[in-house]
Every structure is written in structure tokens, then in C-alpha cells.
């Protein structure tokens, strides 16, 4: 056969794999809200339906955007819910896009917006959310973790009072991967002998996404469709510290990093240095626990088994004497992560320290990092956005009409919902007194009294409370 004829046909052998090795997530919903259009395609290739199927409520406007994807909105000044039906369950990726633009027709600004957002029934997403734009307005994503237990997920928008509206322009919610998310991480505090469990069923926020010392990845190269940024007004390392571009071939190991965990363009650059410590500091909101989730690729040592890191998060050790060649079986330029936990304290600050360990060479590198994200964990009351917003949320429901007017069909219900808090709470209070009368007197076993969770504060009530429980009955 001749050669000619030959050299096409192994160049498509090739592709094969590569082509099939692509993420095709079993549920991939993507919704372009109060869209006309039988469909909207983007410049990363996929393709965005109208949400009227799953949800016509509210009304839909038009915008002068001309992103495709920000030109239409769907506004609902009353509850309201999307329906989702899920495949697969598992951890899945949700995508809220927002843009506040002055509509023409309706003669309303989107821009003064004020609402909450629930997922499932359990998680508060977003609490008295409000735009704040002091320049001209832009699109803004919101992004979250959710562990999907049932064959359907509920994402509902609520008003935050009777004059108000919530809008929303596109949603993305689709199965994560696998390896995406795991059960359990490193807690780090004044001890290394604790792990956060169940860390896939929580409820996760987005809040940072860093690709250390190198250029903005957008969607289009990214197989999950995230964008990352660069670590600049995040990194305050000293001028010792330097850039490593690599141009070679990024080995992905089976059972390690996959390309979804991170892309090529994560871990083809990293941030090194010497003998000093490089410094990253995020603002976060305190009294939270967030996931840091710590890229790393060897692609400046010369041989195996010369990086030795050590790793900090808010002045605590996580990791000492990490050797990068050990954690990757013996291979230069193969990913590798770290999930570690940490709280932050009232100064709202959120600090990564990695540096040289004590086995390091003074003349090699003696620190590197690759990538970073931050993710905010929702508490104890299931909350990503502060304490719990359901009463507000039933004070919303009285909203009826046209944005600006007032109802009074859910009134009745809400003043029933809250004389049920009050019930409950008495019965509850009658049930602990029961049982601490028992605990003392020796009935039952000894039943004690259960503490408060931790990041309870500021009037916020403790899980399995009605206002958690109840949140969403007079949808």
C-alpha cells in the first residue's frame, strides 16, 4: 500500500482516543433563560436550549448584549422553581449566570434585582442577593458543587420581600466527574490527625480559581468548561520567586490527576522558588470552612526525588517534606492535588504558604505550585450565603402581580408557617427539658443535652430547625 495512504489513516487512529476520552457528562443541562430561540451555541461548542420546557413562569426580556448568552433574562417576581431530572447521581456542576441589564420594553433596571436562591430543598445558595456594580455592568457566574441523592434536583428563586424580583440568564448543571469531588480531606488546624468527612455531600462555592503564574484558561480549553485566572493581586511573594513555562507533554497517570481535575494549560505553568516561602492570600467571609485544593506538577526539577515542599494554610502545617516524586510514582511532569480543609478566623483572610522543607537543596527548587481554587463549604444550617433567609423567604411569598405590586394570596399562609415555627420551637423546648430531666435523673440512659453547632452565631438556627426544615413549604 502506498505510504501516502497510510500516514491519514494512523493520524485518525489517533484522534480516536483522544475524541472519546472527552468528558460527556450523563446529565448536561444548559439553559439560555427567557430564550425565543429554538437553540444558542457558543464559541466552546455547546449548545444552550430555552428554560420554557422546565419553567415559563415570570416574564422574559431582551437585552443589548451582544454575548448570545446575555441576551435574554427571565425575571419572576413570585417563587419560583426549576425542576431538574437527574440520571446520574453523584456530584454535579451548577452554573447561575447573571446579567443586570436595563430592559427598554419593561422600563425596569435588572441591575436592582433582590433575592435568595435554593438548591433542594436543603442548601441556600445565595441570601438577600443584591448586583453591586460601580462601573458598567457585566455578566457575573455563579458557580457550585451539589451531591444530587435523588432522581431529581430543585433550584428555586425567591424575592426577597414583596416588591422585589429575582432574575436569572442562563443555567448550567451537569454530572461532575468522578474524581472530581472526594469524601474525605484533610482538616488543618493545630492538629493533623483529623480528616473532614462527607465532603461530597456538602454544598460547595466557587469562590476562586487560579492558574499560578500563568495566563487566563478560558472555557474553550478547559474539558469542563471552567475558566481560571491568573494569581496576580493574589500572590504577595517575594522577588526570589520566578515563572517555569513547560511545553512538553503533561503525563496523566490512571488512578491520578485527569485532565477534568485540571487542564494542560494549569500544569504546563507553575510559580517556583528557592529558599524562601511563596505567599497566597484570598479575602473569604469568616466563619466558614472552605476547601483549598492545592495543583501541583514537577516541571522544573532536572532529576526525581528533588522537590521537598512544605505546605501551610492560615499559619498551620498540612503537608512537611511533600515529595512530589514519591506522590506520583516516580514521574516528572504528572499532576498531583491536595485537598485540605480549613476555617478562617474573624480577619476574613484565607493565606497558602508553600515553601522548602528541610530535606531541600538550597540549589534546587525548593517550592512550586501550579493551580489553586477555593471553595466556600456551606454550615451547619446548609447555608453558603449567611444565616438562614426563610422567614424572609415567606414574607416574599405574599409578592402577586406585576414587579412594584403587592399581593395578599400567600399572607395567610406565611402567618400559618410562622404560628407552625413558633409550635415546633415550644415542642422542642418541652422535648430538651424532658430529656435533661431524664439525663439527670438517670432515665434513659443518661440522655445528654446536644451542643450548638459551632458557626451558629448572629441569630442563625442549628440544623434540623424548623426554619431550615420548613423553608420551602409555601412554595
Known sequence: MDPRKIYPILFLLLLVPLSSARFSPADNILLDCGSNSPSTSLSDHRIFRPDSQINSDGVSLRSPNPNSLYQTARVFTTPSSYKFQIKNKGTHLLRL????????????????????????????????????????????????????????????????????FAVVSAIELFSAPRDLLPDRARLVGPTLKENFDRLSHQALETLYRINVAGPKVTPFNDTLWRTWLPDSGFSISGPESRTVTFSGRIVYRKYGAS???????????????????????????????????????????????????????????????????????????????????????????????????????????????????????????????????????????????????????????????????????????AFMLMSRWKAETGKDGGLAWSPLPVDVSDGRFGQGSVALAGKFMYF
Open 97 to 164: 449566570h447573571f446579567y443586570p441589564f436595563s430592559s427598554l420594553s419593561s422600563n425596569l433596571n435588572l441591575s436592582s434585582a433582590h433575592f435568595h436562591v435554593f438548591a433542594d430543598n436543603d442548601f441556600v445558595l445565595l441570601s438577600n442577593f443584591a448586583f453591586d456594580w460601580s462601573s458598567t455592568p457585566s455578566p457575573l457566574l455563579k458557580e457550585y458543587l451539589l451531591h444530587a441523592e435523588s432522581d431529581s434536583l430543585i433550584l428555586s428563586f425567591v424575592p426577597a420581600a414583596p416588591s422585589a
Open 259 to 429: 485532565r477534568e481535575v485540571g487542564p494542560d494549560n494549569v500544569y504546563g505553568s507553575a510559580r517556583v522558588s528557592r529558599a524562601s516561602n511563596m505567599t497566597w492570600v484570598f479575602p473569604v467571609d469568616s466563619g466558614y470552612k472552605y476547601l483549598v485544593r492545592m495543583h501541583f506538577c514537577d516541571i522544573a526539577s532536572l532529576a526525581l526525588n528533588e522537590l521537598y515542599l512544605n505546605v501551610y494554610v492560615n499559619g498551620y502545617a498540612a503537608y512537611q517534606d511533600l515529595d512530589l516524586s514519591d506522590a506520583t510514582g516516580q514521574v516528572l511532569a504528572s499532576p498531583y492535588y491536595l485537598d485540605l480543609v480549613a476555617g478562617v478566623d474573624s480577619t476574613g483572610l484565607l493565606t497558602v504558604v508553600v515553601g522548602p522543607s528541610s530535606l531541600s537543596d538550597p540549589s534546587k527548587v525548593g517550592g512550586l505550585l501550579n493551580g489553586l481554587e477555593i471553595m466556600k463549604i456551606n454550615n451547619t444550617i446548609g447555608s453558603l450565603a449567611g444565616g438562614v433567609p426563610s422567614l424572609l423567604a415567606m414574607q416574599s411569598s405574599r409578592t402577586g402581580g406585576s414587579v412594584g405590586e403587592g399581593g395578599g394570596g400567600g399572607g395567610a399562609m406565611a402567618r400559618s408557617l410562622i404560628c407552625g415555627f413558633v409550635f415546633v420551637v415550644l415542642l422542642g423546648t
